[in-house]
Nanobody, 125 residues
C-alpha cells in the first residue's frame, strides 16, 4: 500500500521559518520525482517546487524562489521543503506529490501518481 505523509506545518509569524517533510512508502522512493503544491480555499492547487529523483535538478516558481528550498534524502525516503521569510500569502494547505515523470512535475501537472493528505501552513502578519 502506497502512503504519502506530510508533516511540519503550523502557524508562524511573517518572517518566520518552517520545514515540511514528506515520506513516501510502499514504492521505491528513487523511482519518483517529487514536488510540493499548495492550495487555498476556493483556489486551484498550484505547484511551487519540484525535484528530480536524484536531487540534481530542482525548480521553483518565482514567488518562492530564494525563500524556499526543496531537497530529498533518498536513504530516508523523505522529501523536504525549507521555507524561510514566510509571508501571509504563503498561507495554504501544502501537498506533497510523487510522479515517475520529472517532466510532468516541471509542468506542475495535477495528474500525478500519488498525493499526500496535506499539511496546513498559516502565516500571520
Amino acid at each position: 500500500q502506497v502512503q504519502v505523509v506530510e508533516s511540519g506545518g503550523g502557524a508562524v509569524q511573517a518572517g518566520g521559518s518552517l520545514r515540511l517533510s514528506c515520506t513516501l512508502s510502499g514504492v521505491r522512493f528513487v523511482d519518483y520525482a517529487m514536488g510540493w503544491y499548495r492550495q487555498t480555499p476556493g483556489a486551484e492547487r498550484e505547484g511551487i517546487s519540484c525535484i528530480a529523483w536524484n536531487g540534481d535538478s530542482t525548480h521553483y516558481i518565482d514567488s518562492v524562489k530564494g525563500r524556499f528550498t526543496i531537497s530529498r534524502d533518498n536513504a530516508k525516503n523523505t522529501l523536504y521543503l525549507e521555507m524561510n521569510d514566510l509571508k501571509p500569502e504563503d498561507t495554504a494547505m501544502y501537498y506533497c506529490a510523487a510522479d515517475r515523470s520529472f517532466g510532468k512535475l516541471l509542468r506542475y501537472s495535477k495528474n500525478v501518481d500519488y498525493w499526500g493528505q496535506g499539511t496546513q501552513v498559516t502565516v500571520s502578519s
